[in-house]
Nanobody, 125 residues
Framework: VQLQASGGGLVQAGGSLRLSCAAS????????MGWFRQAPGKEREFVAA????????YYADSVKGRFTISRDGAKNTVALQMNSVTPEDTAAYYC???????????????????WGQGTLVTVSS
């Protein structure tokens, strides 16, 4: 199983960036796909997730209203639209997928089955 993330790069504060992730090697549709990020010297933190069966997205408070997660139906692809970015959004962004539906308490924890390699987002001030 491989998750390939793309779309990272350098962007100015206040700008926008769109990350994409596609999973390959799976014979089934994952229930939950999400994004986490890790800044230098910090722990990996939850950004957003979307569940095929729950029917709604979930966001970290720090990105709510600025980022939008989306998924292409039952396909194992997920995107993260990042608007109004700030230097605090600078991090390596990782996409993740979980085969089964996760408990709400687990959605925000890095316990997903599959992980991508990360794509770097740098926001300049």
């Amino acid at each position: 199983v491989q998750l390939q993330a793309s779309g990272g790069g350098l962007v100015q504060a206040g700008g926008s960036l769109r990350l994409s992730c596609a999973a390959s090697g799976l014979t089934f549709s994952c229930d939950t796909m999400g994004w986490f990020r890790q800044a230098p010297g910090k722990e990996r933190e939850f950004v957003a997730a979307i569940s095929r069966t729950r029917g709604q997205p979930y966001y970290a408070d720090s990105v709510k209203g600025r980022f939008t997660i989306s998924r292409d139906g039952a396909k194992n692809t997920v995107a993260l639209q990042m608007n109004s970015v700030t230097p605090e959004d600078t991090a390596a962004y990782y996409c993740a997928a979980n085969g089964n539906r996760l408990a709400l308490s687990a959605l925000t924890r890095p316990l997903y089955d599959f992980w991508g390699q990360g794509t770097l987002v740098t926001v300049s001030s």
